[in-house]
């Protein structure tokens, strides 16, 4: 009997779909160095070639102002101070120059808040936390995190040697922040916490008397003792707690095609010691501020 050869077309057919998936299913993504990244719908990390908010530009969102030291003169444009540093670099690394980046206000609630982003990264001192990342997505960790106690100068909280001396001061934090996570979990404080909208109100709180002092991150702490604050003074720091170090990401939008290759760009900074150049040119050393226990 003669057999059609329909079958065997169905066949050949059928293995040509299996190829083709195969294939569409075959990873594309690769980091900046060479290595797969990471992140949701992955996507090619190929020099300048990413899925940005502005076609050929990183749009890069922070706070204003742009406290020192991590941005200089309020112009995170300029490239000075650590945080604007970083970004360029990180930038760099993803094959976009100085002239393709570009930079939008964004509140610091507002980075980590639920929602879509008009940012592809956003570099404002935001500690990575499982609660935001339920929201937003981040990078690997660009700085390593100590937050400090700073107190007006003769003050009862600016002699304090100790946890157990802050617990009947009047303290204040940035809202959201980590700083009042600290104060909160770590400190348990007496009086109600004083929480300020931006960290620019507490210093002003703390320059009226209205709080004993502040929490905010070591370097902040340096910049506000020795250029804003003159009769201020850095009191201490907290330890790092449990195995995982609190360390600042880049923020990306949750569903964000680029989270990896940012990532592998902040691991690469890392390896190099571009990181490390960057923060010892920009952030004070923390030499001789005790630690609280």
Not at 30 to 42: E, T
Not at 110 to 120: C, E, L, M, Q
Not at 151 to 173: H, P, Q, T
Not at 247 to 270: H, P
Request: positive net charge; proline residues 5%; contains cysteine.
């Amino acid at each position: 009997m003669h057999l059609s050869p329909r079958p065997v077309r169905l066949i050949v057919c059928a293995t040509a779909v299996l190829l083709v998936t195969a294939v569409g299913c075959a990873p594309q993504d690769a980091s900046p160095d060479g290595a797969q990244a990471a992140g949701p719908g992955k996507r090619s990390c190929a020099p300048g070639k990413l899925t940005t908010v502005a076609p050929g530009k990183i749009t890069v969102g922070t706070d204003k102002p742009a406290y020192a030291p991590w941005f200089s003169d309020d112009d995170p444009a300029n490239g000075k101070g650590y945080e604007s540093a970083v970004a360029y670099a990180v930038a760099k690394e993803l094959g976009y120059g100085k002239d393709a980046v570009q930079w939008r206000t964004v509140p610091f609630n507002s980075a980590f808040a639920p929602g879509a982003k008009s940012f592809d990264f956003d570099v404002n001192q935001v500690s990575i936390s499982a609660s935001r990342k339920q929201a937003v997505a981040f990078s690997s960790g660009y700085y390593d995190v100590r937050q400090a106690v700073v107190a007006v100068k003769g003050s009862k909280a600016a002699g304090a040697r100790s946890i157990a001396d802050l617990k009947d001061a009047k303290l204040g934090a940035q809202v959201g922040s980590t700083s009042l996570d600290v104060v909160n979990d770590t400190i348990r404080p007496h009086q109600a916490v004083a929480v300020f909208q931006k960290n620019d109100l507490a210093k002003a709180a703390l320059k009226n008397g209205q709080v004993d002092a502040i929490l905010v991150d070591l370097p902040t702490a340096f910049y506000i003792t020795s250029a804003e604050l003159k009769d201020a003074v850095v009191v201490g720091q907290f330890a790092h707690q449990g195995p995982a170090k609190e360390q600042f990401g880049l923020v990306l939008d949750k569903e964000s095609t680029i989270s990896g290759c940012v990532t592998a760009a902040v691991d690469a900074l890392r390896r190099k010691g571009t990181l490390a150049a960057l923060e010892k040119q920009w952030l004070a050393d923390a030499v001789n501020v005790p630690v609280l226990k």
